[in-house]
């Protein structure tokens, strides 16, 4: 059931509110369960405010991805262990991410974008953006691993020593 | 500090020119970009051009690498590499290296220049080169501007000229949108749009000064207003790429970080850190990554240890070749037992699917014993590659009751006790066994099978005997897929059989050409399974027109006939394709090396087969415009291989590129049409609005048959599927080798088209005699 003119307003954590087309929130799980937990009768929602978890800044983002994948299959199809790879990010996902790859943003944005479609419930966009921080990781040692994460370590020098024996074949 | 990096260039370089020398695809890593401007570099060091001109072609070099995004797409950007390569002489190159080492020291300093464009790399593709290159490339910033709204007509020599008048220009780079690609070879025009930001790098930074101060009308053409600002390094924090709306504003940096900075420092001074993303989002995050890696992050903290053990429940299945990026386990670092035993002892009990077919290892019997007891849920394994004793095969079937899918496949060495006792323990739950290339086995094992099998491969077990197929039909009568490619002890009593209990046997293959027990009257047999869906008789010489004839007639739920090679020129005639072109349900059809296909019969098959989905005609000597013309009939038509087809000229061509026009409102596949070794031109053919992509290889040579009757899926009668890791790649050398010989030669043929001793007339006269003399035409 698809409802192109209906139209959905979003408030934010921060106290802003969104008006978007209901094509582009029909993609997230979120809205689109409360908009339907909403309507009590059949065809009287003329129009809905759902509030999100999400701050305005970052909910732009999310809009902005949500209008360049308002055409995505819904639902949104499953991965299969096949299909468990990162490198398949589509070009304009790849220029919209990196677009936050900054020093200072220190992959904040991101967090902040993972955060939000995990809350939303955008599945496409939650993939992408967990691809994305995959990427980062991928074959790094621990120690660039730490940093790019900005983690720090908490084990014992014990500890620490009888991991790394252990899982020494998989260090280069 | 330039030794070093020369260094790092120097091991790509090297490993560039083992790309060239060998043609190792295996270089798809480490290659890529730092190969490329290598290659650059090294051109610079040993031809003693003048470096103006070099310097020149680097710099377009350089600009196409850019616009290809940094050879992302390997098809598409190896071929276009190649070509440039053989442009650039690569053997001159090549003899250069063995001994310039030295000699690029001196251009080392050249280097930041070719770099300059930081915007366009990423830290990953620069890191092969030192902090100090990298320094003297952002120092650079203060002479480069950005001019953003530029018109999609500009092209970069046109907006270098323009910004001349500010002062000189050394670089313009103007990147392209990564729209869709028309065609995986360079030869094509690529029907992209520049995405109207360029940077324009100065030779002084007062050139970049008088640019961004000019006035708006200063900065007019092709009717629109560009906007300069100035140059932020994307290494020194700045967005990258500023968006067109930003408004003009010249030296506040700020500003334009400020929107992503905003973002970030919004909520208070409170930095996100990982640790705080929802549990679930970080076990998918673990779930992307290949296996090593997230094994690695135990390491990070406590915390990541924790969330890398939970990871592994999203995991259900492991192919190892592709998990755990392949390029880990090497021949220096094969996959040993203990690795698989840290790998399944995190998978455990979650595991349903395990693949080690592929991968380089040093598994042997205890690696079974390993798998046997951690991963007692497997529902489907592939072994291909693992030898093992006898014991430790049939502990491992044992303790798997509910396996369903298992393959062992091209185990030369595995005797029919070995894999009747790795069938024995979980026969009569299994579905899909893959065999292929047991070239030992007799076969006994086939009677373990129970009424559950649905798929059963056998390509190449050519020891297999008629009772084990008589046992075979016996037990497993609810076979659907049978594929018995050179099976060649075959008897007649076998079909007949097949086709007596298996009812609903659906797809059927016995290629090859030795099936020496068989007899034409024998494969009559097979018009009787009237459930076929795929038949594949390819090599097979006991094809022939009565048999066509009657699997027209018999066989009403046929949707794919693969045919090439069968027969000979006497026994299957145009009777026998017309015959074929009666099945009107058929998608796929292959008819490949085939004398009989000529004009008329193809006429006939485009009117009749409306479903007609992929076409092969490989290597149809007689067969000319008129018939391929016909097939813009089909308009399912979604694969036409015409390589090798040298009557077909560009007129046939270009008639089933206008009947296919691309449609805006429904998105139809795209229609791929091979016309390598044809007589067709490629400046002759026009294929804007239409979704037709042109494909120029030739598939038509040996190599090119072997590699695409597997990729058809239809037929691997030619050998034995290989699946090993490195025969893989010694095929696909083959190919590329086959493939780029192949467009050299078509790209000769097409230029020196002057040259040609006959024309079209005395060509067809000339084919037509040799085909006489071969007593192919009477």
């Known amino acids: 059931r698809i409802y192109p003119l209906m139209r959905v307003t979003l408030t934010t954590s921060d106290g802003a509110s969104v008006t978007v087309s209901r094509q582009l929130t029909k993609h997230s799980g979120f809205i689109e369960k409360a908009i339907t937990d909403m309507a009590v009768d059949d065809n009287a929602v003329p129009l809905s405010a759902v509030a999100v978890d999400v701050d305005d800044a970052t909910l732009k983002l999310v809009i902005e991805w949500l209008t360049e994948h308002r055409d995505d299959a819904l639902p949104y199809p499953e991965k299969t262990d096949e299909e468990r790879r990162a490198d398949d990010i589509p070009a304009w996902d790849q220029a919209f991410v990196q677009k936050w790859d900054t020093k200072e943003d220190q992959q904040q944005t991101l967090y902040a974008v993972i955060t939000a479609a995990d809350k939303l419930d955008i599945k496409g966009l939650l993939d992408m953006t967990c691809k994305t921080l995959a990427n980062k990781i991928n074959g790094k040692t621990v120690e660039e691993m730490r940093e790019i994460l900005q983690l720090e370590c908490d084990f014992t020098e014990e500890e620490l020593a009888e991991i790394r024996k252990e899982n020494a074949w998989c260090e280069n | 500090p330039y030794t070093t990096s020369s260094l790092s260039l120097s091991h790509a370089a090297v490993s560039l020119i083992r790309v060239q020398t060998t043609t190792k695809m295996d270089a798809r890593a480490s290659f890529r970009l730092p190969g490329e401007k290598v290659f ?3 051109a610079f060091g040993g031809a003693g051009k003048p470096p103006q001109a070099m310097f020149k072609a680097l710099r377009r070099l350089h600009g196409h690498n850019l616009e290809n995004q940094g050879l992302n797409d390997m098809t598409e950007a190896f071929q276009s590499f190649v070509t440039r390569a053989r442009f650039f002489s690569v053997g001159k190159l090549r003899r250069t290296w063995s001994h310039s080492a030295v000699e690029f020291m001196k251009y080392r300093r050249l280097l930041p220049m070719l770099l ?20 003297q490339a952002t120092s650079k910033d203060d002479r480069k501007v950005i001019a953003t709204n530029v018109s999609s007509r500009v092209t970069p020599p046109q907006l270098q000229a323009f910004f001349t008048q500010f002062g000189k220009v050394s670089h313009c780079s103007l990147p392209r949108e990564d729209g869709k690609k028309t065609s995986i070879f360079a030869t094509m025009g690529r029907s992209t749009k520049t995405c109207g930001v360029a940077t324009i790098t100065f030779k002084t930074a007062e050139g970049a000064q008088k640019a961004r101060e000019a006035t708006p009308e200063q900065l007019k053409f092709y009717d ?26 010249e030296d506040d940096r700020q500003s334009m970080t400020s929107s992503t900075q905003s973002l970030a420092s919004g909520n208070g001074a409170e930095l996100l850190s990982p640790d705080d993303l929802p549990p679930s989002a970080l076990e998918r995050v673990l779930a992307f990554m290949p296996i090593q890696d997230t094994i690695r992050l135990e390491r990070v903290n406590k915390k990541w240890l924790e969330t890398s053990m939970k990871s592994w429940k999203h995991i259900s299945s492991i192919s190892l070749y592709r998990d755990a990026d392949h390029s880990f386990f090497t021949k220096s670092n094969p996959l040993r037992n203990s690795h698989l035993k840290a790998i399944l002892s995190r998978a455990a009990g979650h595991l349903r699917r395990l693949d080690l077919n592929g991968i380089v290892h040093l598994l042997d019997s205890k690696a079974l014993q390993i ?24 502990e491992l079937s044992e303790t798997l009751p509910g396996l369903r899918n298992l393959s062992y496949r091209d185990m030369i060495n595995a005797n029919d006790k070995a894999l009747w006792f790795l069938i024995k323990g979980c026969a009569l739950s299994m579905r899909v066994v893959d065999l292929r290339g047991c070239r030992r086995m007799h076969g006994r094992c086939l009677r373990l099978f129970g009424e559950s099998l649905e798929q059963l491969l056998l390509d190449g077990c050519s020891r297999v005997d008629d009772r084990a197929l008589e046992d075979l039909c016996t037990g497993a009568s609810r076979v659907k897929e049978l594929r018995l490619n050179e099976c060649f002890l075959l008897t007649d009593e ?40 795929e038949l594949a008789l390819d090599y097979n010489p006991l094809v022939g027109d009565d048999l066509l004839e009657s699997l027209s007639a018999c066989l009403p739920l046929l949707q794919s006939l693969s045919i090439s090679n069968a027969g000979t020129d006497q026994s299957i005639t145009t009777r026998g394709i017309e015959a074929v072109a009666r099945m009107e349900q058929l998608e796929q059809v292959d008819v490949s090396c085939l004398a009989a296909v000529k004009n008329v019969s193809l006429v006939e098959m485009a009117r009749r087969l409306r479903n007609l989905e992929v076409l092969q005609l490989r290597n149809c000597v007689y067969l000319g415009d008129e018939g391929v013309a016909a097939l813009a009939a089909c308009s399912r038509l979604r694969h036409l291989d015409l390589s090798g087809s040298m009557l077909v000229t560009a007129t046939a061509v270009q008639t089933l590129i206008k009947a296919h026009p691309s449609q805006e409102k429904e998105a139809r596949p795209t229609v791929t049409i091979v016309v390598g070794g044809t007589a067709v031109d490629a400046n002759q053919l ?18 090119g048959l072997a590699a695409s009757t597997s990729a058809m899926g239809a037929a691997a009668g ?30 000769d043929a097409v230029a020196g088209e002057e040259d040609s001793p006959l024309d079209e007339k005395e060509m067809l006269e000339w084919a037509e005699r040799e085909a006489k003399e071969l007593g192919l035409l009477k």
């Open chain 2, 40 to 42: 650059g570099a090294a």
């Open chain 2, 116 to 135: 300059a464009d930081g915007q366009a790399f990423d830290g990953g593709e620069t890191d092969d080169f030192d902090a100090a290159l990298a320094f």
């Open chain 2, 224 to 249: 629109q207003e560009m906007i300069v600002q100035a140059y932020v390094s994307r290494k020194r924090g700045g967005k990258g790429m500023v968006m067109a709306d930003d408004s003009k504003n």
């Open chain 2, 371 to 394: 798998i046997a007891e951690r991963c007692p849920n497997l529902i489907e394994l592939d072994l291909s590659g693992v030898r093992a004793t006898v014991d430790s095969l049939q």
């Open chain 2, 494 to 533: 076998n079909i007949n059989m097949m086709a007596r209990s298996l009812v609903d046997l659906q797809v059927l293959t016995l290629c090859g050409g030795r099936f020496s027990r068989l007899s034409q009257e024998g494969l009559m047999h097979i018009a009787r399974m009237e459930n076929l869906v």
């Open chain 2, 686 to 703: 026009r294929v804007r609005g239409s979704r037709v992509a042109i494909n120029f290889s030739d598939f038509s040579s040996i190599n």
């Open chain 2, 718 to 747: 030619m050998r034995r599927s290989a699946s090993l890791h490195n025969s893989d790649d010694e095929e696909s050398d083959d190919d590329f080798e086959s493939l780029t010989a192949h467009r050299s030669f078509y790209m």
